[in-house]
């Protein structure tokens, strides 16, 4: 199968969490799109590695995507080492995705930093014809890193007006890892009822810096060309 985008995050929800307006409106649009979460979150202080498999499982019938998929990497301990990079390298062969959504360049969890240099080198490398898995080379045509918990500047913002229901609904399906008044679990940064509020107002205010109403921000290590003005909000 091959995909139109493919969004990785180093831990189940990080893909929800940072761009999931964007996928639910690509989806819309015809888009064929897939996840790849690098670990199970195993390490994360509420929930376990099963009942994030199954939220995951959840949140991918949200959004309608086409396929997910879990490499299964240490959470916390991954390294961007040939081990991993193949890991994603034969994934990138597999599905030839167009385009590539990762983490946020560097963030409060190391993970998310670490989860975007492997993906931008795994990338680079699966261009490589001479590394050779059985699959051919192929190097997705853009690479965007999506914004997490610090507020980066974005390069871009996407409008996802009309799909912030989806975006939050797919979040939320991660039922024991944010806020529930009846948990008994210990608190976290993202279990709080700011945060989970702050899924509608970070976009919202992104939405209003661009004239719509949510947004989703991204950024590029690269020049981003385009065709003409028109092409511009």
């Given at each position: 199968?091959?995909?139109?985008?493919?969004?990785?995050?180093?831990?189940?929800?990080?893909?929800?969490?940072?761009?999931?307006?964007?996928?639910?409106?690509?989806?819309?649009?015809?888009?064929?799109?897939?996840?790849?979460?690098?670990?199970?979150?195993?390490?994360?202080?509420?929930?376990?590695?099963?009942?994030?498999?199954?939220?995951?499982?959840?949140?991918?019938?949200?959004?309608?995507?086409?396929?997910?998929?879990?490499?299964?990497?240490?959470?916390?301990?991954?390294?961007?080492?040939?081990?991993?990079?193949?890991?994603?390298?034969?994934?990138?062969?597999?599905?030839?995705?167009?385009?590539?959504l990762s983490n946020a360049p560097y963030d409060r969890h190391?993970?998310?930093?670490?989860?975007?240099?492997?993906?931008?080198?795994?990338?680079?490398?699966?261009?490589?014809?001479?590394?050779?898995?059985?699959?051919?080379?192929?190097?997705?045509?853009k690479h965007f890193h999506y914004i997490q918990w610090l507020?980066?500047?974005?390069?871009?913002?996407?409008?996802?007006?009309?799909?912030?229901?989806?975006?939050?609904?797919?979040?939320?399906?991660?039922?024991?890892?944010?806020?529930?008044?009846?948990?008994?679990?210990?608190?976290?940064?993202?279990?709080?009822?700011?945060?989970?509020?702050?899924?509608?107002?970070?976009?919202?205010?992104?939405?209003?810096?661009?004239?719509?109403?949510?947004?989703?921000?991204f950024i590029s290590r690269s020049y981003i060309g385009v065709?003409?003005?028109?092409?511009?909000?």
């Amino acid at each position: 199968m091959k995909l139109d985008i493919l969004a990785i995050g180093a831990h189940p929800d990080d893909v929800e969490l940072g761009c999931g307006g964007t996928l639910a409106k690509e989806i819309n649009n015809g888009k064929k799109v897939g996840i790849l979460d690098l670990t199970k979150g195993e390490l994360g202080t509420r929930g376990t590695d099963e009942t994030r498999r199954v939220e995951a499982d959840a949140a991918k019938n949200i959004l309608g995507v086409a396929i997910r998929e879990n490499l299964g990497i240490a959470d916390g301990f991954f390294l961007n080492d040939k081990e991993n990079q193949l890991k994603i390298v034969e994934i990138i062969r597999k599905y030839q995705p167009d385009v590539i959504l990762s983490n946020a360049p560097y963030d409060r969890h190391p993970d998310h930093g670490k989860g975007s240099d492997l993906v931008n080198t795994a990338i680079f490398l699966s261009g490589l014809p001479k590394i050779e898995n059985g699959l051919p080379a192929w190097r997705p045509k853009k690479h965007f890193h999506y914004i997490q918990w610090l507020p980066l500047e974005p390069h871009f913002v996407l409008d996802i007006t009309g799909f912030i229901d989806v975006k939050v609904d797919a979040c939320l399906a991660y039922k024991t890892q944010f806020f529930d008044p009846n948990s008994d679990e210990p608190q976290t940064p993202i279990s709080s009822k700011n945060f989970t509020d702050s899924i509608r107002y970070r976009a919202y205010d992104l939405g209003r810096l661009i004239g719509t109403e949510a947004g989703e921000g991204f950024i590029s290590r690269s020049y981003i060309g385009v065709n003409n003005l028109d092409s511009l909000l």
